[in-house]
């Protein structure tokens, strides 16, 4: 069953700032309520749940980080014929979808090219003539996301709601032919609050998702714009929820450091922001499970929650459990997004979705916190 892991907590300290920014020491953490972070690194995640050895680790962040650069060029040069892209993990490619010529300069022993259907905007306009109708979409449908390897619209639906589903899409004018119905279990729900390695809202308490300029973004269940946080001291200068699940508070004198907490001892560099492709390792951490890797299966992703409907979220093969929510998503050392909610735990796996950072840098208009 899905569920929206609200108010909760745990993925990133801001690393070596850790005892001024939370007064403890840096790798420390609260596990929540009878549970103990997995004291696993972002390496050995890796390894553990995406079944590779140590060296195939190092050759798979190489290999994405290449994917990565040469998706933001198929992009750029093909325009308004882009179809799409994603990392093969099997061949260590890219492969970029195009519904024009074949761009043979993008072609390498990196970057394959294949002819699609429809392009990145068409699919896109697709989701968001759903985004627009998600009023009336059916309590059977929990979601819907473009999905690049297919070159196709997911809509996600309850087995006895697949008429309804695709009333739903005929209702947004979308062609059906662009439309895959998946039948999915996921329900979303919200989740009590639970503590963990935190800032606090009252008598709450949310993880930090990245050091920004000013303070720290994090997500927007967490608190409403005005209110004030302790350990560390600050304010939401913003935030967005539902529609979007993002925040941003201010924590003045605070020392920041571009880097998370491992719950291994130690920290992840953060170095950039640049979004990685479909089909690459992403890994979040928390203080509830530790850290989990698993690999990006779609962005612009939109999921209903019983508050409302989330649009524009990076959707994963990740697990996570309450306890994990509002920390950070990071593929080698590119941070990606905030966790906002997901599905199924850690013992059988599950789906978590994470509002993209890049779109909250925007936002504030901050910039992310570098090492």
């Not at 994917?67 to 882009?82: M, V």
């Not at 997901?342 to 504030?364: D, H, K, M, R, W």
Request: proline share 4%; hydrophobic share 35%.
């Amino acid at each position: 069953m899905e569920r929206r892991m609200r108010v909760l907590t745990g993925a990133a300290a801001v690393a070596a700032a850790a005892a001024a920014v939370f007064g403890q020491q840096a790798g420390a953490a609260e596990p929540g309520p009878g549970t103990t972070p997995d004291r696993t690194s972002m390496a050995g995640a890796m390894q553990r749940d995406l079944g590779l050895s140590a060296s195939e680790v190092d050759a798979r962040l190489a290999d994405e980080k290449a994917a990565t650069r040469s998706e933001k060029k198929a992009r750029e040069q093909l325009g308004a014929s882009f179809g799409g892209a994603w990392f093969d993990a099997a061949s260590g490619r890219l492969v970029v979808g195009t519904t024009g010529e074949a761009a043979s300069s993008l072609s390498s022993s990196s970057t394959q090219v294949r002819q699609v259907a429809r392009s990145e905007q068409q699919l896109t306009g697709y989701q968001a003539k759903l985004d627009a109708t998600k009023a009336s979409a059916p309590a059977s449908v929990p979601g819907w996301y473009v999905d690049v390897t297919t070159n196709k619209v997911v809509v996600q639906s309850r087995a006895a709601g697949v008429a309804q589903a695709k009333a739903f899409v005929k209702k947004a004018g979308v062609p059906a032919s662009a439309v895959t119905v998946e039948v999915s279990s996921e329900a979303p729900r919200a989740l009590d609050v639970v503590g963990g390695n935190a800032y606090y809202i009252g008598g709450a308490r949310c993880s930090v998702g990245f050091a920004v300029t000013g303070g720290f973004v994090t997500a927007g269940h967490c608190g409403t714009t005005g209110s004030t946080t302790s350990s560390p001291s600050g304010t939401f200068a913003g935030s967005s929820f539902p529609g979007n699940d993002y925040a941003y508070v201010k924590t003045p004198g605070q020392a920041l450091i571009g880097a998370v907490n491992d719950y291994a001892g130690g920290t992840v560099r953060v170095q950039g922001s640049s979004d990685a492709p479909v089909g690459s390792s992403i890994c979040r951490s928390g203080s509830t499970t530790g850290w989990r890797c698993g690999t990006i299966q779609a962005r612009n992703a939109s999921v209903t929650y019983v508050e409302g409907t989330i649009t524009g979220l990076i959707r994963t093969s990740a697990c996570a459990e309450p306890g994990d929510s509002g920390g950070s998503a990071i593929s080698g050392t590119q941070a990606q997004g905030v966790t906002s909610g997901g599905s199924g735990n850690c013992s059988v796996g599950g789906t978590t979705y994470f509002q993209p950072v890049n779109e909250i840098l925007g936002a504030y208009g901050v910039s992310l916190i570098t090492s």
